[in-house]
């Protein structure tokens, strides 16, 4: 009990310290973040620096509680990326996805909606598929680092929501993705 | 005087069957010695001649098209079976402008179009016609040259006249079937399924200016009007429009009127559908 | 004697006879062209007195006769020759019955199309026309029509369907629907719609709102109902779609996603794949009962099922062998085999209505193909090719496949939009099939009885 406590609290930790990161990043690139509704936890975030050891503080300062704009900043806009017919998870994925589990253990009651994606280089029944295996490999991922199964649920959308439009492998990669909702 | 006529009967029914016989054995036994070809007819020999080297693809183009090729071909597809090899008739290659098919495109000529049937692959049908006109000259209002030369004595004499009858009749066939080719008179039924048995016999009389007489008529007409026989017909028909849509036939030589007055023009589209 | 020679004469007469009865010179023709059959269509004759909703009599037969030429020429086996000025002369309902064909062949014409249309006491349209053999001077058939004016178009259509059977020897597909997509606005977040059409793009109406993504409609046997899937709810499901009463139901009770749904020959199943915890396998479903039979229990992604037209057999896509290929089994799932062996990857088989071939989409080195193979996988050919050709549909004949392209985007993500094509079997005859907004998946219709 003891260690599992421990655990949650060092993901929360490692949340944090990812939103920081995510928040500094973002609020040089795009107008959109800078509005009130974020700010707020900018904030907050630097006094939990100020007092690290006071691990408490860190889940009460996150009462921003349960947004998509939380998640998002909280891991990589909450989105995993695949290779091309592939539905398995990067290094990089997974550590995106352990930044999703810290966030959702320390949301609880939080319902989320993993959405699988696919380029457009696929034919649409398959890609649903595709887009299937995609969103339950998040979701298994999910599952093992200990987010209720019930939790979550999964969808896919082929190729029907691709993130971005383009033609080329910079574009296409972008779109092979799996994408976490906050309900 | 029953028996006479019996006897008379068998007798003729002999002397033809083994005229039907031996006039083939006689061809075979020397097939190069044909030596005279009645100069009127060599027109129609040398169209024949002429459309078989056009066959034979031009040496420095096919190598100029081997060269091309490798460069031109962006896309690496594996083999394909060649596209027209379809068993649907194909529509005119011109009409598509597609890259890829024009480097492919010699090739495809070649798949698609029938090889030529020479001559010599033929013989009972020459047989066949040789033996009628041999009989056909009770008919005839005037002697051709199987009538001047049947006066002769000497067998060897009968011998070459009748591969010059089968050479005549030859380059007729072949100046009948390139005139329906060239003037794009065939045009093969579109969508039949297994091309098989589709062939079609048309029987034809001409005049002697080469017009039709009558209605040119398909052997085995009612199977046109049979039920599911549907493709049989479309095609019956399609060879009845060429026949009409080539006519008239006044190419033909005048003199040798007795020899296309009447033919049959087999029709078959399964090199088309299935080649 | 004498009597016995002038006997003996006659029979060897009667006997050459006989013989040159088969004495011909025999022409082996087995080179012949492609090309449209030239055909006249004459506008339908009718009183320009009589007035129906809409327009004259006389305009309804002149609408009706550019139905049909649209129809012919669309089909790629017909060329549609002009009359012009040429053919004015005479009294047009003698000529009716008694066409001078040497005008008509003088022009080109090898077949010959003419009617005549009027109106009914009882307000419903007459329709006739004749079919005529121009270079051997014959009817070759006629049929007349009564109908309310409102059908005109499904009348001219029919006697597309006529001229084209009695012409090529095979049923037409004039006379059908597409069911497809229709889509709008950004590709990241695009409005799809059911839509349903006359196969020539008129009568165009939209099934549902676009509040709900919708995707791969198919049509039953009997074309009063389309089997799609649709996220309502944000959960992908199989529904059924009835056209006349627009009541729309789901179908089943399955944990996860069920997409890629086709109607058995018989219409009495829907053969589909469900998604569930990842994996994708096929299952049937009795529509009666709403039994449901799994086929295939396989880690592989199973999709993009198809009965063969006899019900016997199901080909569909699967990457169990590594990449995605085209297999066959037997309608209760055993024996399968996979039938296709080129490059690249192979999907969305779909069996041709006549049996004899399967179509699909390949794709290899960056370009999709729409093509066709035997059931067996021999004969493949491929029919279309662009950067992204997919979901092939066959019309009722079996004779025309269409599909849906869509245009690379350009290096501002613009572009991209997809339109329906048609191609013939033989792979020449591209032509796009005109829509309001982009469109995509489309699903032709049986023909309508």
């Known amino acids: 009990m003891l260690k599992k406590m421990n655990g949650v609290k060092y993901w929360a930790l490692i949340g944090a310290i990812l939103l920081l990161g995510a928040c500094a990043n973002s609020n040089t690139k795009t107008g959109e973040l800078d509005n009130a509704s974020v700010e707020p936890p900018v904030e907050k975030q630097q006094e939990v620096i100020a007092k690290p050891t006071e691990d408490v503080q860190v889940e009460t300062v996150m009462v921003d509680p349960a947004t998509q704009e939380s998640l998002d900043m909280a891991a990589d806009n909450a989105l995993v990326y695949f290779g091309y017919d592939r539905y398995d998870l990067s290094s990089d994925g997974r550590s995106g996805l352990q930044a999703q589990a810290a966030w959702l253990v320390a949301h609880a009651d939080v319902k989320v909606t993993v959405e699988g994606h696919c380029d457009e280089r696929g034919t649409r029944e398959y890609n649903l598929a595709l887009g299937d295996r995609r969103a339950n490999a998040v979701k298994n991922y999910l599952v093992a680092l200990g987010v209720d199964p019930s939790r979550i649920h999964t969808v896919s959308y082929g190729k029907e929501r691709p993130a971005v439009t383009g033609t080329g492998e910079s574009v296409w990669s972008k779109n092979r993705r799996g994408y976490t909702r906050v309900n | 005087m029953r028996d006479a006529i019996i006897i008379s009967l068998v007798f003729h029914v002999v002397v033809l069957a083994s005229g039907m016989i031996a006039i083939p054995m006689w061809r075979d036994d020397k097939p190069t010695e044909m030596r005279v070809i009645p100069v009127e007819m060599i027109t129609v020999g040398e169209i024949t001649k002429l459309r078989a080297q056009e066959k034979k693809p031009d040496p420095v183009k096919k190598i100029a098209d081997a060269k091309k090729k490798p460069a031109q071909r962006k896309v690496e597809m594996p083999p394909e079976p060649p596209k027209l090899a379809s068993t649907m008739p194909l529509p005119d290659i011109k009409s598509k402008p597609k890259k890829k098919i024009k480097d492919k495109k010699p090739i495809k000529t070649a798949v698609n179009r029938a090889p030529r049937i020479t001559p010599k692959t033929k013989p009972r049908r020459f047989n066949v016609g040789k033996l009628a006109v041999l009989l056909d000259k009770r008919e005839q209002s005037e002697p051709n040259i199987i009538e001047k030369l049947k006066d002769r004595d000497f067998g060897p004499e009968k011998q070459i006249s009748s591969l010059d009858l089968e050479q005549q009749i030859l380059s007729i066939a072949d100046a009948i079937d390139k005139h329906i080719f060239d003037n794009q008179c065939w045009n093969v039924p579109a969508g039949a399924k297994g091309a098989a048995g589709l062939r079609v016999t048309v029987q034809v009389r001409l005049g002697p200016d080469g017009e039709l007489i009558g209605a040119p008529k398909v052997v085995q007409s009612s199977r046109m009007t049979m039920p599911g026989q549907e493709f049989f017909r479309t095609a019956a028909e399609s060879a009845l429009r060429a026949v009409r849509k080539c006519a008239p036939y006044d190419f033909l030589p005048k003199d040798k009127y007795d020899l296309w007055r009447d033919m049959e023009i087999i029709f078959d589209p399964e090199h088309m559908l299935n080649g | ?449």
């Open chain 3, 1 to 449: 004697m004498r009597l016995l020679k002038r006997l003996m004469t006659a029979i060897a007469g009667l006997a050459l006879t006989i013989f040159s009865a088969n004495a011909r010179i025999v022409v082996d023709v087995n080179r012949g062209h492609a090309d449209p059959l030239p055909i006249a269509i004459t506008d339908l004759v009718g009183s320009e007195n009589d007035i129906v909703s809409g327009g004259s009599v006389q305009d309804y037969g002149k609408r009706m006769a550019l139905v049909v030429k649209a129809d012919l020429t669309r089909s790629g086996l017909f060329r549609t020759v002009d009359s012009g000025a040429f053919i004015k002369s005479g009294n047009a309902l003698t000529s009716l019955r008694n066409p001078n064909f040497s005008n008509w062949k003088a022009i080109g014409a090898q077949a010959l199309m003419n009617g005549s249309i009027s109106l009914q006491e009882d307000g419903r349209l007459k329709v006739e026309f004749r079919l005529w053999d121009v270079l051997g001077s014959s009817q070759m058939t006629g049929l007349r029509y009564y109908t309310s004016p409102k059908n005109w178009r499904r009348i001219a259509h029919l006697m597309s369907d006529a001229i084209y059977k009695r012409l090529t020897g095979e049923s037409g597909y004039f006379d059908t629907r597409v069911v497809y997509i229709s889509e709008s606005g950004p590709a990241t977040a695009k409005i799809k719609r059911l839509a349903i059409m006359d196969q020539d793009g008129y009568n165009h109406v939209f099934l549902t709102t676009g509040k709900n993504l919708v995707l791969t409609p198919r049509f039953s046997p009997t074309a009063q109902e389309i089997t799609y899937l649709s996220y309502h709810g944000d959960n992908p499901r199989v529904y059924l779609y009835n056209i006349d009463s627009g009541k729309q139901e789901i179908l089943g009770d399955f944990p996860g996603m069920t997409f890629a749904p086709r109607f058995s020959p018989d219409g009495n199943k829907v053969i589909m794949s469900q998604a569930y915890k990842g994996n994708s396998d096929i299952y049937v479903m009795e529509l009666r009962t709403r039994k449901i039979q799994r086929l295939t229990k396989h880690t592989a992604i199973d999709t993009s099922p198809s009965y063969s037209p006899d019900s016997r057999y199901v080909t569909f896509n699967s990457d169990r062998g590594g990449s995605q290929q085209i297999y066959v089994m037997d309608a209760d799932g055993k024996n399968i085999k996979r039938i296709s062996f080129g490059k690249g990857r192979y999907s969305t088989p779909v069996w041709s209505p006549r049996g004899d071939l399967i179509a699909f989409t390949r794709q290899y080195k960056g370009k999709f193909y729409i093509g066709v193979m035997k059931p067996d996988g021999s004969g493949e050919r491929l029919l279309s090719e662009s950067y992204l050709d997919e979901g092939p549909t066959w019309s009722p004949n079996g004779r025309v496949i269409m599909f849906f392209r869509q245009q690379p985007y350009d290096r501002q993500g613009r572009g991209g939009e997809t339109q329906l094509w048609t191609v013939d079997l033989t792979g020449y005859n591209e032509r796009q099939i005109i829509t309001p907004l982009e469109a995509s998946d489309p699903a032709w219709s049986p023909l309508i009885r």
